[in-house]
């Protein structure tokens, strides 16, 4: 516990140099400890599973799409799922779990990401029957004709650029085409296209149906081959870690 509270201190200690006035603005919450469960704002970090948790609804269940969750004021018209988080809360509980951000996309669809790996789940309720599928299986690859193969999603981070925590700006959470400013993004090839990956109409919820997002980290302290190495003390394009 005492570990994961001098994470957060580290992690808003170096927003607030960044980006002095943040506190009057969508600062990122203190955790509370319940029950062995972080809750920092309304993500849930269990470190026990090494699990980070967001809830959220069903947003589209047909069409292109370029992300898999955004927040609530996100790109909406081409993202599968909305979690009703602030952006900066689902970073803190990532960094919260140990694990340091990646290396982003250059620019959109530009350069593959590289970071700490995590498995996707989305959990939902079906009537009286609890449901629960991989998050690529929502994903269909138009040039495959196949729903996305398992694989590790990566947290790259979001960044503070000019003064603004990016994950802010669009609210671009867990994006399919490679996206700099997102928190997470997918390291496949189909990232660097954004016309060929659509929602997968045979497994995707009704509308509006209630999900929870659930992140877990695949090893603990692992980093990917191509983790970022830390940046230097100037703000532009500083990693939030």
């Excluded at 040039?143 to 650029?161: C, K, Q, R």
């Excluded at 399919?176 to 109409?201: F, K, Q, R, S």
């Excluded at 999900?211 to 830390?230: F, L, V």
Aim: with cysteine.
């Amino acid at each position: 516990m005492k570990r994961m509270m001098g994470r957060w201190i580290m992690w808003w200690g170096a927003l607030a140099v960044a980006r002095p006035g943040i506190a009057e603005e969508a600062a990122p919450a203190s955790p509370v400890w319940q029950e062995g469960i972080a809750v920092v704002g309304s993500v849930r970090v269990d470190p026990r599973t090494r699990t980070v948790s967001a809830a959220g609804w069903v947003n589209q269940v047909s069409g292109a799409m370029e992300l898999l969750a955004c927040g609530k004021a996100g790109k909406t018209h081409e993202s599968v799922f909305v979690l009703d988080v602030n952006p900066m809360d689902l970073q803190t509980g990532l960094l919260l779990l140990g694990l340091q951000p990646g290396t982003p996309p250059v620019g959109l669809g530009d350069g593959m990401p590289s970071g700490p790996e995590l498995e996707l789940w989305v959990d939902w309720k079906d009537g009286d029957q609890e449901r629960s599928l991989r998050a690529e299986q929502f994903i269909w690859n138009v040039e495959d004709d196949a729903p996305l193969p398992e694989t590790g999603w990566v947290f790259t981070g979001s960044m503070i650029e000019d003064g603004e925590f990016k994950a802010m700006a669009e609210e671009s959470l867990i994006a399919t085409y490679w996206d700099p400013w997102a928190i997470i993004n997918l390291p496949l090839p189909c990232g660097a296209n954004d016309e060929i990956l659509l929602v997968a109409t045979n497994t995707v919820p009704a509308l509006h149906t209630p999900i929870t997002m659930r992140c877990q980290a695949r090893a603990a302290e692992t980093p990917s081959a191509g983790e970022r190495k830390d940046d230097d003390d100037g703000t532009a394009g500083q990693r939030l870690h």
